[in-house]
């Protein structure tokens, strides 16, 4: 009997180790890993990152934030760059979007965020409230007030929500877990323009989107704006839990001494992983070799499933990549799984691939191969 809450669907497969872009089950079978994760092991098991928490182990794992936290300092660096932002480390995807959103309200002294249908911002009261989706919230009472939802990809029907309480809008710049859906370039560049002139923050979710996901180090690069905010979590670590809240510098002031912590938020492990996940991912030619390899997935898919009848559309953006069919879901990912292939699935109809960007072509197309062979 297990002393587990049933809040998972699990399959009886147990993985044991893994190698690059490689995973063994119990019985030592392996699978190319077309999954990381849930978007998380963006680089692979990778031995750069597996030497750099080996390391800080060695020296010291955790101090919480009552120390000055040169790692931390060095990460926030490399993810920001010479941009006026600033970063505050969460454990999560979840925490990361809290921070957003209590900045979001402190900042301005306003309390409503617009976000959108069939978004996802994580579990937590605020995280989930913001989310756009109600089997999310069912049955956990009274959710945080004023949040709405717009339509995705339609600005009138986010200015039909502003209100003069109107603190931000929130979006995910692909909705991932509803089924990979890119937004709209026109949309994303109206909304910003809107947000700038009407003073409304605009946060971009990118928990999923960001840390090379789509080929770029964070997807709001591809639509040429820059948010006001921005959180990150999944691919940050490379499988250690660790989220970010970025801020540019002017919002500075609503986060001042004891008005938001985390006891874990960006530790040494943590920090050490994500240095190491940025020294990679930051190389000359990385990110560019992703977003190629990432179109060439997409592409290769698109011919492999050509004619299809059991595949509506083929979309995403680089390594983000939904293949919507008509067929059980449950059963595809089955039988991705009996051939060696490991995939996930989004929304009710879609099979979503979040693959390491480590890709090497034949592995793209051995993927490739698997899938055009499970959906015929
Ligand atoms: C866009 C987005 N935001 C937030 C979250 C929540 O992240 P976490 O599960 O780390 O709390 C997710 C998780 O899937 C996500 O995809």
Redesign the pocket.
Known sequence: MTKLFQNYKRAAIEFVKAEGNYLFDQDGKKYLDFSSG?GVTNLGFHPQVKAALLKQAEEIWHMPNLYHNSLQEEVAGKLIGDKDYLAFFAN????A?EAAIKIARKATGKQEIITFVNS????TFG?MSATGQDKIKAGFGDVVPHFSYATYNDLDSVKALVTEDTAAVML?LVQ??SGVRPADKTFVTALSEFCQNTGILLIA?E??TGMGRTGKLFSFEHYGIEPDIFTL??GLGNGVPV?AMIAKEKLGSAFSYGSHGSTFGGNKLVMSAASSVLDIMLTDGFLPQALDNGNYLQAELKKALAGNSKVTEVRGLGYMIGIETTENLVDLVEKACDKGLVVLTAGTNVIRLLPPLTLTKEQIDQGVAILKDVLA
């Open positions: 849930i999560s995807g979840a925490e979007n996802f911002h994580g579990r995280s995910e991932g877990e979710d928990v999923q979590a999944k989220g």
